[in-house]
């Protein structure tokens, strides 16, 4: 039988970030983020080896690139990070949950 899930049921409670895997399969892992006002340490950067497609689905969110560049987000508002591409969150909501889907999509799957 299919199973029906909805990203929206059972959020996680407290005021860490949760981490979600809600699929994994042939060269791509799709998971659920919520953040609660979290940003990246003080000088951390992601630097992953793989693409990953990221889509802001509630709540707002400020990422920062290497080269300087920002970009805000809103609901509805997705883009591809290519693999090796140094990022970092710089804000999310403080007032509310900023819940993401992300999708990460192995070297060779990502074509990045």
Not at 46 to 67: H, I, M
Request: with cysteine; charged share 20%.
């Amino acid at each position: 039988m299919v199973a029906v899930h909805n990203l929206f049921s059972d959020l996680p409670s407290g005021q860490g970030e949760a981490f979600e895997e809600i699929l994994s399969k042939g060269g791509v892992r799709i998971e659920r983020i919520v953040s609660r006002g979290q940003a990246s340490p003080p000088g951390f950067w992601y630097d992953q080896g793989w693409a990953e497609w990221v889509l802001l689905v509630r709540g707002s969110a400020l990422l920062g690139f290497a080269d300087g560049t920002t970009v805000s987000l809103g609901p509805g508002d997705h883009l591809l990070i290519p693999a090796r591409c140094r990022h970092r969150v710089e804000s999310t909501d403080p007032s509310g949950e900023t819940l993401w889907l992300a999708v990460h999509l192995e070297a060779e799957a990502g074509g990045g």
